[in-house]
């Protein structure tokens, strides 16, 4: 079964620090771009980070950039988001998801692909 | 940066009916890549649509997109019970490489 399992998420203070993993099962976890969104309480759907399938190319946001910081092991089929410097408005629950195409493309801007597979979620809180 | 606007916020309509859902772009979507995600309650989104108009895999043919430009459709021909959710459209080709739009609820009338 193609599965992707979040973990990590918590309380954390305003200005600490929080990882998030993502451990995928079921496919070839080396050839797939992988992504990490958020979403508030009550509120849509927020883009946070992707990542090319050989670490080539990482894309942020810009609510986060400077912040946070994705990255793989493909050995350990795990895809991972360092939080530092987290503040309020991070408080969400974060979805790690896979993008569809095997192999897909991707160049300096962006690798354009939907998201197919979807974990759970964790969710983070940031609070004093 | 794109920004998606959705319409309208919320659609109350009755099982059987016929759910026509609206995605207007701020700029043009790269080679049509936009997407359409269910999210119902306490769960993950489910992929629906992909590059404008192809239906994800085990994606019930009820559920149908179109569009091109800056101009995209969400149609759902008719209302099964499970298809009240929230959806949101995604554009994933510009820089930042990814934007969402704010989410139509479809709700029971």
């Known amino acids: 079964e193609v599965q992707l399992v979040e973990s990590g998420g918590g309380l954390v203070k305003p200005g600490g620090s929080l990882r998030l993993s993502c451990e995928a099962s079921?496919?070839?976890?080396?050839?797939?771009?992988m992504n990490w969104v958020r979403q508030a309480p009550g509120k849509g759907l927020e883009w946070v980070s992707s990542i090319s399938s050989s670490s080539s190319y990482i894309y942020y946001a810009d609510s986060v950039k400077g912040r946070f910081t994705i990255s793989r092991d493909n050995a350990k089929n795990s895809l991972y988001l360092q939080m530092n410097s987290l503040r309020a408005e991070d408080t969400a629950v974060y979805y790690c998801?896979?993008?569809?195409?095997?192999?897909?493309?991707?160049?300096?801007?962006?690798?354009?692909?939907?998201?197919?597979?979807w974990g759970q979620g964790t969710m983070v809180t940031v609070s004093s | 940066e794109i920004v998606l606007t959705q319409s309208p916020g919320t659609l109350s309509l009755s099982p059987g009916e016929r759910a026509t859902l609206s995605c207007r772009a701020s700029?043009?979507?790269?080679?049509?890549?936009l997407a359409w995600y269910q999210q119902k309650p306490g769960q993950a989104p489910r992929l629906l649509i992909y590059?404008?108009?192809s239906r994800a895999t085990g994606i019930p043919d009820r559920f149908s997109g179109s569009g091109s430009g800056t101009d995209f459709t969400l149609t759902i021909s008719r209302l099964e019970p499970e298809d009240f959710a929230v959806y949101y459209c995604?554009?994933?080709?510009?820089?930042?490489?990814?934007?969402f739009g704010p989410g139509t609820k479809v709700d029971i009338k």
């Open positions: 079921g496919f070839t976890f080396s050839s797939y771009s």
């Open positions: 995604q554009q994933y080709g510009s820089s930042p490489p990814v934007t």
């Open positions: 590059g404008a108009s």
């Open positions: 700029q043009s979507v790269s080679s049509s890549y």
């Open positions: 998801a896979r993008a569809r195409t095997y192999q897909g493309y991707c160049s300096s801007t962006s690798c354009p692909d939907a998201f197919d597979i």
